[in-house]
């Protein structure tokens, strides 16, 4: 398929996942209850960094003090544009990863619906609660550090005219979308026995697809109270889409022949 076409597929992925709330609604409003709850705290948060935005960015540019007035007036509302920026990027990401620990129970009980209903479910995992909850935070404070790590290059390009206030919001988009995406398949990986890093290897081989879902989730995390509609769908699609990633990899393997 195209690069297009597997784009709209992974949004065509997350629709999947918004189906559940027609067929098991019961168990999609569980997974809604803990986004709501984080989703409040969160967007206190973003507030007071909005807030904060003007002052943030007279700190982060000192240089251009001797500026005149309206030269300096630019460059300082470019960087409270970009400071924002960044801010709700970190913001989605450590939501999402707030989220699924805090309603870990209920996402597991989504994932291993979907698992079920696709059939050929993994088996079930004989792990500590502790030891799988510190595997999950580990995991996430890595992809964090990543995100921000990138974050700040595309903050860093927020000032450049035109170019920072059009192409940088789309790689930031596309940059949440799959940080998102990596996040979400981990319920479905780790149940396979997937590290962190063999996850973003299976997901880079349909990287247009999962940026596909990863980025409409994104988006739809900034319509009021979506966050709460497509959580539990998000993690739905990316069952899906973990199912996909695995199963085309051990296509290629089966298929593959040891040269005489």
Do not use: K, N
Not at 63 to 75: H, K, M, Q
Not at 185 to 208: I, Q, S, W
Request: glycine fraction near 12%; charged fraction near 15%; charge should be positive.
């Amino acid at each position: 398929m195209s690069v297009v076409g597997e784009f709209v597929g992974g949004v065509g992925l997350l629709g999947r996942g918004l189906r559940l709330w027609a067929t098991s609604p019961r168990l999609m409003l569980l997974g809604a209850i803990p986004a709501l709850v984080v989703g409040a705290v969160f967007v206190g948060l973003v507030v007071v960094a909005g807030v904060a935005a003007d002052d943030l960015a007279q700190a982060a540019t000192p240089f251009a003090d001797g500026w005149p007035e309206w030269s300096r007036r630019l460059v300082r509302i470019a960087a409270g544009l970009a400071l924002t920026a960044l801010a709700v990027l970190l913001a989605v990401v450590a939501f999402t990863a707030t989220t699924l620990l805090v309603g870990d129970p209920f996402y597991e009980r989504i994932w291993r619906h979907v698992e079920t209903a696709e059939g050929d479910a993994p088996a079930e995992v004989a792990r500590g609660f502790w030891a799988g909850l510190a595997r999950s935070a580990g995991d996430s404070l890595r992809l964090l550090v990543a995100t921000a790590a990138v974050g700040l290059l595309l903050f860093v390009g927020g000032f450049a005219p035109v170019v920072g206030q059009t192409v940088v919001p789309l790689l930031g988009a596309l940059t949440g979308g799959w940080f998102l995406a990596v996040e979400l398949t981990g319920y479905a990986f780790d149940a396979r026995g997937r590290t962190l890093r063999e996850r973003r290897r299976l997901l880079a081989t349909r990287r247009a697809r999962t940026l596909g879902l990863g980025t409409a989730t994104y988006l739809l995390f900034f319509v009021p109270l979506g966050a709460v509609v497509v959580m539990p769908a998000a993690v739905a699609a990316a069952t899906l889409l973990a199912r996909e990633a695995t199963s085309a990899t051990r296509a290629a393997t089966d298929d593959y022949h040891r040269p005489a």
